[in-house]
């Protein structure tokens, strides 16, 4: 159930991605046109100059809004899924390493896992009181 909602997360920001792609081409095609097209509002080399610059600007906070929000918009996506995995909890999967599933070692048993190599003292063990 987690991994079909993150999928389906994903494909929730491919599209959303692809739809905010489309506003960002628009909005530069657009605002391009419009800042190089600023003299035909009116023949004052001033003013087209200003106007020229005005839409420019506009377009450039344009763009990094589309950006901004496009961000926004795609780790809301994304935090659906993570909230409802919490949401959702289940067992989680134990990884067993291998195939091998020998005894485990007791740590608090009394005899040593190996026996010392000759010629080497035994291992003496702390314990704590």
Do not use: C
Not at 11 to 19: D, N
Not at 26 to 52: C, K, M, Q, Y
Not at 69 to 80: D, G, K, P, T
């Amino acid at each position: 159930m987690k991994r079909l909602l993150w999928v389906l997360a994903w494909i929730g920001v491919a599209v959303w991605s692809l739809f905010a792609w489309g506003a960002y081409g628009l909005l530069d095609f657009f605002g391009g046109v419009a800042a190089r097209n600023a003299d035909i509002v009116t023949g004052h080399p001033e003013t087209v100059e200003w106007l020229s610059w005005a839409l420019m600007a506009l377009r450039g906070l344009g763009l990094g809004a589309i950006v901004f929000v496009w961000a926004l918009v795609s780790l809301l996506i994304l935090a659906v899924p993570a909230v409802l995995g919490l949401f959702l909890g289940g067992a989680r999967r134990q990884h067993h390493g291998g195939g091998w599933h020998g005894s485990p070692i007791d740590p608090r048993s009394s005899a040593p896992p190996f026996p010392p190599a000759s010629g080497q003292p035994p291992i003496r063990r702390i314990e704590r009181h």
